[in-house]
């Protein structure tokens, strides 16, 4: 059973930039393809961000593309969520999942594990 911790989240201003990192505690890691989910207080969890396992493929959702990144170091077991542009609306928990399959997956029902969660919060 992989363990997921994410870290990184914060305060930052509109405008700025956040790196989270999840470190997986599976040493094959790289047989995973993760995701990255967010939940904004009175809202449901939400797509951000999945990577296959190789990461070659990725997809990031319509309201963070051209924004955020997913990226993974399979060496490290560590995938991460490079956050740029950052506003208001991005303020969330982020999770990071994990999931035994080659295909990536845009949704929560598809994942097994799951981090903790790491707090971003932006000011506007």
């Known amino acids: 059973q992989v363990q997921l911790v994410e870290s990184g989240g914060g305060l930052v201003q509109a405008g700025g930039s956040l790196r989270l990192s999840c470190a997986a505690s599976e040493r094959t890691f790289k047989n995973y393809a993760m995701g990255w989910f967010r939940q904004a207080p009175g809202k449901e969890r939400e797509f951000v961000a999945t990577i296959s396992r190789s990461g070659t493929i990725r997809n990031h959702a319509d309201s963070v593309k051209g924004r955020f990144t997913i990226s993974r170091d399979n060496a490290q077991n560590t995938v991460y969520l490079q956050m740029n542009s950052l506003t208001h609306e991005d303020t969330a928990v982020y999770y990071c999942?994990?999931?035994?399959?080659?295909?990536?997956?845009?949704?929560?029902?598809?994942?097994?594990?799951w981090g903790q969660g790491t707090q971003v919060t932006v000011a506007s």
């Open positions: 999942a994990a999931r035994p399959e080659a295909a990536i997956s845009t949704y929560d029902r598809e994942y097994d594990y």
